[in-house]
């Protein structure tokens, strides 16, 4: 544990923070990424079932998830305007809802594995590429998708295909040569094939100007003119496999990477002079050491370049000299990965098939501290003994094939409820002896699968069907599970309910979707009524929170912003600008926890560090700021009244790596989950080592 300083204007400022660095999570590469400038979407697919959506319109964050079927992860994807398009090796083409996170159309090319696709600049055709060499061109027109033709078939599977800019050529690329072919006719017009059979082409790229592109596993990238087939170029830029080859909209930047070494290569498109004649040659330009694992995939977006590979890591660096930014976002798992039964100390720590039970430890008391304040400066730390260490004290498995979306620990520490995709089980947690029993009988039929599990003050448990967003409210009393109400959301929260509140009163539920929704309920009893909307954010909701105490919901958005809304006076209370933490322009804030004896302190998380904030108090805290008539802040401009209202300063910060989970577990003591990015590499084999220029 730490003991961090926090402002108090009563002189206290001592806090234990419990820093929980026994989470890890296997890593779960990166095997394709596509981006949608329509709706500034990044999907990725990893090697698991799983595609997660992205929204890159401020700072990243993940905003959905869809679960796929198990032993089908998706091997490409490719976006036709607001439209996103998956293969997978179970020889499939699906057409994906983004609204209900499900397939919206499925097809079946061929019946064999899919390795490839592309979708031609009209965005009215996508072309296939199969494991027994077949292409197949499909119409995707009229928002359907409608077989067109085949072409004939090649040797070898297609492990990558191109439109060019015209859509009236295809370029694929096999082991050992790299074919040209008419999309109208289906025929080959031109076979260009590399220096060894054996070697495979593992990347393209379709120039504007006729040039094609190809990166193999020989760490080749070869340049030829499409026009006569001829090879402009041939340079190597890695020892081994070239996986991933982006280029930027002015194509006049090439970027690389692979396997040995996993280096970021950018290269520059330049003009050669040589006597008279003048050509175009690819230069290398800058040199990105971002991963320490083999690199599958790459995008360009405006000067930014986004990589993923084996190691699961989102990286995002700059593709220009001017600028170094640099962030990496670690495969988390979407929603609340812990959960804190505050009476007895334990935590509950969520997985993808297994659930760990912990009791915290505990620090070794020091007497002198009882009599004197905390003298230290403010954001200083210093390390506790442990009188206790941190003990587990069971785990909960379920099958591989399943997944636990949600997992929840009652307050008493007398309940533990999770849900898989297909199942919710609730079980009693019994302390003399520990042991979980599972309840199967006598329950009832709206115990249904849930993407929230909350456990209330009250004593309730609420669950969230993702199916309807309906709220379904049960008492648990004496092993017994009662069910009370069940509140329809679907009316307000048309999207997917990405956080969802109740208040510790159990007196309102404060809901957020992805479609930058924020609905609130008031609750009386059995009966219940919407209450408001919040004024609608142009950037998206990255987290949630409610004082305890105090009817103030407190939201922060993706531009970094962090607001805090009255429900009773109906207006905004507090209102920072856009990134008063720096970090935020690389890392969004996943986490607000507030204080319930100070409501003039917030602490905020990002990936990276903990910060603690304080209202200003230069004005009087009834001012009105915003009403709910006045100006949305959806324009982007500040009034006046917001530019003189009440905001948070940055008091200090606690760096973390890969912080997941921050929350309380009593007025003086705050537990903190990050993932060490050592701990989250241990389970893959040693990582390429390269001899660096001066070293042995």
């Known amino acids: 544990m730490t003991n961090i300083s926090k402002t108090e204007p009563q002189g206290g400022g001592k806090h234990q923070l419990h820093n929980v660095r026994f989470y890890?999570?296997?890593?779960?590469?990166?095997?394709?990424?596509?981006?949608?400038?329509?709706?500034?979407?990044?999907?990725?697919?990893?090697?698991?079932p799983i595609l997660e959506m992205w929204n890159l319109e401020h700072t990243p964050y993940l905003d959905r998830v869809i679960h796929l079927s198990p032993d089908s992860p998706v091997e490409s994807l490719a976006w036709a305007g607001s439209r996103l398009f998956s293969v997978d090796l179970t020889g499939k083409l699906i057409e994906w809802d983004l609204a209900n996170l499900k397939p919206r159309y499925e097809h079946s090319p061929t019946g064999n594995a899919l390795w490839s696709l592309d979708v031609n600049p009209a965005e009215t055709e996508i072309a296939v590429g199969s494991e027994e060499g077949h292409i197949n061109i499909l119409s995707i027109e009229n928002d359907e998708i409608t077989y067109?033709?085949?072409?004939?078939?090649?040797?070898?599977?297609?492990?990558?295909?191109?439109?060019d800019k015209s859509g009236t050529k295809l370029v694929t690329g096999t082991e050992g040569c790299v074919r040209i072919w008419n999309v109208l006719k289906g025929t080959t017009l031109h076979t260009m094939t590399l220096s060894a059979k054996d070697v495979i082409v593992w990347s393209l790229q379709f120039l504007s100007d006729n040039t094609i592109i190809a990166g193999d596993s020989a760490g080749f990238i070869t340049v030829w003119n499409a026009e006569n087939a001829t090879q402009i170029d041939s340079t190597r830029v890695l020892d081994k496999n070239v996986f991933a080859l982006a280029v930027n909209e002015k194509e006049d930047r090439l970027i690389c990477s692979g396997m040995e070494p996993p280096l970021i290569r950018i290269f520059s498109k330049t003009q050669i002079k040589r006597e008279e004649s003048t050509s175009e040659r690819w230069i290398k330009f800058l040199q990105r050491d971002a991963h320490k694992y083999y690199v599958k995939s790459l995008l360009v977006i405006d000067d930014h370049t986004i990589s993923g590979g084996l190691d699961g890591i989102l990286t995002i660096t700059s593709s220009v000299r001017t600028h170094a930014n640099f962030s990496q976002h670690a495969p988390f798992l979407k929603g609340s990965v812990a959960s804190l039964a505050t009476s007895k100390k334990l935590l509950l720590l969520r997985y993808p098939n297994s659930l760990h039970l912990w009791r915290l430890g505990s620090a070794v008391p020091r007497e002198e501290e009882k009599s004197k304040l905390w003298a230290q400066p403010l954001g200083h730390s210093e390390e506790l003994l442990l009188e206790q260490p941190p003990q587990k004290l069971l785990q909960l498995n379920v099958k591989e094939l399943n997944f636990i979306q949600a997992a929840a620990i009652s307050p008493d520490a007398n309940w533990i409820c999770?849900?898989?995709?297909?199942?919710?089980?609730?079980?009693?947690?019994?302390?003399?002896?520990?042991?979980?029993?599972?309840l199967e009988e006598d329950l009832p039929e709206e115990l249904r699968p849930a993407s929230h599990i909350i456990f209330t003050e009250q004593g309730n448990l609420v669950l969230l069907d993702p199916q309807n967003n309906h709220l379904n409210w049960f008492n648990l009393k004496d092993d017994q599970v009662i069910f009370q109400k069940s509140i329809d959301l679907s009316d307000h929260c048309k999207g997917v309910i990405s956080h969802l509140v109740v208040s510790s009163c159990g007196?309102?539920?404060?809901?957020?979707?992805?479609e930058r929704t924020i609905s609130?309920?008031?609750?009386?009893?059995?009966?219940?009524?919407?209450?408001?909307?919040?004024p609608r954010h142009r950037a998206g909701t990255t987290a949630l929170s409610m004082h305890e105490d105090f009817p103030r919901v407190v939201v922060a958005y993706a531009n970094g912003q962090l607001v805090e809304y009255d429900l009773i006076d109906r207006k905004f209370t507090c209102e920072t600008d856009e990134y008063l933490i720096p970090d935020t322009k690389l890392h969004c804030i996943s986490g607000i926890s507030?204080?319930?004896s100070n409501p003039d302190i917030f602490m905020a998380h990002t990936e990276n560090n903990l910060y603690v904030l304080e209202r200003n108090q230069h004005l009087e805290s009834k001012e009105p700021v915003i009403t709910s008539k006045s100006k949305?802040?959806?324009?982007?401009?500040?009034?006046?009244?917001?530019?003189?209202?009440?905001?948070?300063?940055?008091?200090s910060q606690l760096p973390r790596q890969h912080l997941v989970h921050v929350s309380r577990l009593s007025p003086n003591e705050l537990v903190n989950v990050s993932i060490s990015t050592n701990n989250l590499l241990a389970p893959l084999p040693k990582p390429f080592q390269r001899k660096k220029f001066g070293c042995a």
């Open 418 to 438: 999770y849900s898989t995709l297909k199942e919710l089980r609730l079980n009693v947690l019994r302390s003399d002896p520990l042991k979980v029993e599972r």
């Open 632 to 651: 949305k802040l959806s324009n982007g401009k500040r009034s006046s009244l917001a530019r003189n209202s009440q905001g948070l300063s940055l008091k």
């Open 507 to 514: 007196g309102y539920i404060v809901a957020a979707t992805s």
């Open 594 to 596: 507030l204080d319930p």
């Open 520 to 534: 609130v309920w008031r609750l009386h009893g059995k009966q219940y009524k919407h209450l408001l909307n919040l």
């Open 24 to 48: 890890t999570i296997k890593p779960r590469g990166i095997v394709s990424l596509a981006y949608s400038k329509v709706s500034k979407c990044l999907a990725l697919s990893r090697e698991t």
């Open 148 to 163: 067109k033709s085949l072409f004939n078939k090649q040797k070898g599977r297609v492990l990558c295909i191109k439109f």
